[in-house]
């Protein structure tokens, strides 16, 4: 079974402070990928990564950063959070090819931004 | 722009086949995929189309018409358990998935 784990399930964080949400995945996955999730707007993609230290912006990027130093590990960072930054943040993996199509998904963290 | 467009709320009784539409407008295409999430869970995958016609994988099924820009996901012989968002998301340019909104699926009994 495909394992994709996120470091925490809450979080609260204040206006400001640097947020560092880390997603670790089991499978040797290629694929990696930061979502947030907002009621009424679906899953929004923040940002993807092919392969270790490779990123691309997905449609929402402004105001997140990420680093992928390890094949399993994908680490999405909240440079100076903001109350619109409160979300749920999904993080999901995938094989190359159809990872694309077919991804596995974390818990998700649910962030305050207070 | 891209667009997914699916309704927010389908209600049906256990036992019922239910049928959740998806319209999309993007740039570029090359498959449609179907996730489940329930209530405080991850999304999790059910169906891809790339082609055509109609998927089928147990008691759900997936249609895709890409003259029509349009898909959906049928589930039969509904369980409670099936009470879920369902999401459809397409596959566009630069290999991206583009979810929509999601369908709230309230399964009674």
């Known amino acids: 079974d495909v394992k994709v784990t996120q470091s925490s399930r809450y979080l609260v964080k204040r206006t400001g402070e640097k947020v560092f949400l880390e997603c670790v995945q089991d499978m040797d996955h290629e694929n990696m990928f930061w979502y947030r999730q907002d009621p009424g707007l679906g899953l929004r993609l923040i940002y993807f990564?092919?392969?270790?230290?490779?990123?691309e912006k997905g449609d929402i990027p402004e105001g997140y950063s990420v680093s992928r130093e390890k094949k399993e590990r994908f680490s999405l960072i909240l440079e100076s959070a903001s109350t619109n930054q409160t979300s749920m943040y999904l993080c999901?993996?995938?094989?190359?090819?159809?990872?694309?199509?077919?991804?596995?998904f974390g818990p998700g963290t649910r962030l305050t931004v207070t | 722009g891209q667009s997914l467009e699916q309704p927010s709320e389908v209600t049906a009784v256990e036992g019922a086949i239910v049928q959740i539409n998806c319209t999309y407008q993007t740039s570029g295409f090359y498959g449609l995929s179907w996730y489940q999430q329930h209530d405080g869970g991850a999304p999790t995958f059910l169906s891809y189309?790339?082609?055509?016609g109609l998927e089928e994988t147990g008691r759900f099924s997936s249609f895709l018409s890409r003259s029509d820009s349009y898909g959906y996901l049928l589930l039969q012989e509904l369980q409670m358990k099936d009470s879920a968002s369902y999401f459809c998301?397409?596959?566009?340019?630069?290999?991206?998935?583009?979810f929509g909104q999601g369908t709230e699926l309230s399964v009674k009994p």
């Open positions: 999901a993996s995938g094989p190359p090819g159809q990872g694309t199509y077919e991804q596995y």
């Open positions: 990564s092919y392969d270790v230290k490779m990123k």
């Open positions: 998301a397409v596959k566009g340019q630069g290999g991206k998935l583009i």
């Open positions: 189309n790339a082609l055509d």
